[in-house]
T-cell receptor
Framework: DQQVKQNSPSLSVQEGRISILNCDYT??????FLWYKKYPAEGPTFLIS?????DKNEDGRFTVFLNKSAKHLSLHIVPSQPGDSAVYFCVRMAGGTSYGKLTFGQGTILTVHP | KAGVTQTPRYLIKTRGQQVTLSCSPI?????VSWYQQTPGQGLQFLFE???????NKGNFPGRFSGRQFSNSRSEMNVSTLELGDSALYLC????????????FGPGTRLTVT
């Protein structure tokens, strides 16, 4: 069973500081990962992704790092803003016959204080 | 362009009843996936439809079913509702599925009493 684990249910940071959200995974034969953000009463929205041919992908304030040997990825948000307060999901995209199927982590609630 | 829409947004049903939820994908998107979100299990994949055919299926009992119409709109049905079916049901659409970005609707909140 392929799992995605976010061990920190919540994270609180001060505005302007760095937010680091972590994720571990198991048994992946096709390493493609995404981060989704979810506000209350809305569906998740895509934030950033990374594939196994990279160890880093950057998009503005958001950077995702992938450590394949440790089966670990992290999302860095710099600088953090109050509008970033949301639930962040680490997501694995399946390959093979289940190509495109998304497996979500439990999510981390990020709170950015002004 | 309009996003993914789901109807109804909220629903209350009684154990043993059945329910049908609807999802209209973004215009031009042919793949529709359904997910269930609960506090205990998180967000879990139910199934994916593409061109009116179920292409992928998650680990849910046969009480959960779905279909897709020729205009790509999709419905999911849950029969013989159980208390544990209370959840937020999310629909996501993408152009062709696979590695395409999935766009989520706001979800339908189902409460089973």
């Amino acid at each position: 069973d392929q799992q995605v684990k976010q061990n920190s249910p919540s994270l609180s940071v001060q505005e302007g500081r760095i937010s680091i959200l972590n994720c571990d995974y198991t048994n992946s034969m096709f390493d493609y990962f995404l981060w989704y953000k979810k506000y209350p009463a809305e569906g998740p929205t895509f934030l950033i992704s990374i594939s196994s041919i990279k160890d880093k992908n950057e998009d503005g304030r958001f950077t995702v790092f992938l450590n394949k040997s440790a089966k670990h990825l992290s999302l860095h948000i710099v600088p953090s803003q109050p509008g970033d307060s949301a639930v962040y999901f680490c997501v694995r995209m399946a390959g093979g016959t289940s190509y495109g199927k998304l497996t979500f982590g439990q999510g981390t609630i990020l709170t950015v204080h002004p | 362009k309009a996003g993914v829409t789901q109807t109804p947004r909220y629903l209350i049903k009684t154990r043993g009843q059945q329910v049908t939820l609807s999802c209209s994908p973004i215009s031009g998107h042919r793949s529709v996936s359904w997910y269930q979100q609960t506090p205990g299990q998180g967000l879990q994949f139910l199934f994916e439809y593409f061109s009116e055919t179920q292409r992928n299926k998650g680990n849910f009992p046969g009480r959960f079913s779905g279909r897709q119409f020729s205009n790509s709109r999709s419905e999911m049905n849950v029969s013989t509702l159980e208390l544990g079916d209370s959840a937020l049901y999310l629909c996501a659409s993408s152009r062709t599925g696979g590695g395409d970005e999935q766009y989520f609707g706001p979800g339908t909140r189902l409460t089973v009493t």
